[in-house]
């Protein structure tokens, strides 16, 4: 009986720190399509995966500010990697690594810029904060569960 008691508790730790099915394919959705945005130089459609709150703080520091913001990447952003899964309520944080290559035919970068992954709806939709920003307070009205 003791041992069903420490597997089940065991097995509620590893749910706890992971992400179900559904969450995880809403967000490999969501990442496919900020990825795509990224790359493709799509403003409109980049700025509807970011964190409305850093929107917002960029977009109260100016137009200039605002519009460096969409500087078009010298980097393809490719192959997103799970890193760091937080979680508290509904409230679900991912640190996504993001491996950088020159062009489609060169080979990945040996080092991955961080993004994050924010969803207030338990995984139903997501949100897309960059690492200066995610680390940067003042940066954006959100909870920061990653440390």
């Known amino acids: 009986m003791k041992g069903y008691f420490l597997l089940f508790v065991g097995v509620l730790f590893l749910s706890a720190c992971g992400l179900n099915a559904s969450q995880e394919k809403s967000l490999n959705m969501a990442v496919a399509k900020y990825l795509f945005a990224v790359n493709q130089d799509l403003k ?12 917002k703080y960029y977009k109260n520091k100016g137009q200039k500010e605002f519009k460096n913001l969409f500087v ?3 980097m393809l952003w490719t192959d997103a990697v799970m890193g760091k ?5 509904d409230n679900i944080q991912v640190e996504l690594k993001i491996a950088l290559k020159k062009d489609e035919f060169s080979t990945s970068e040996k080092e991955r810029i961080s993004i994050y992954a924010l969803s207030n709806d338990n995984g139903s939709s997501w949100f897309f904060v960059e690492n200066e920003d995610y680390k940067c307070e003042e940066c954006g009205n959100f ?3 990653i440390k």
């Not at 899964?85 to 309520?89: N, P």
């Open 44 to 55: 409109l459609s980049r700025a509807s995966y970011m964190h409305p709150s850093v929107l």
């Open 143 to 145: 909870q920061r569960l």
């Open 85 to 89: 899964i937080e979680t508290d309520g």
């Open 72 to 74: 078009t990447e010298k």
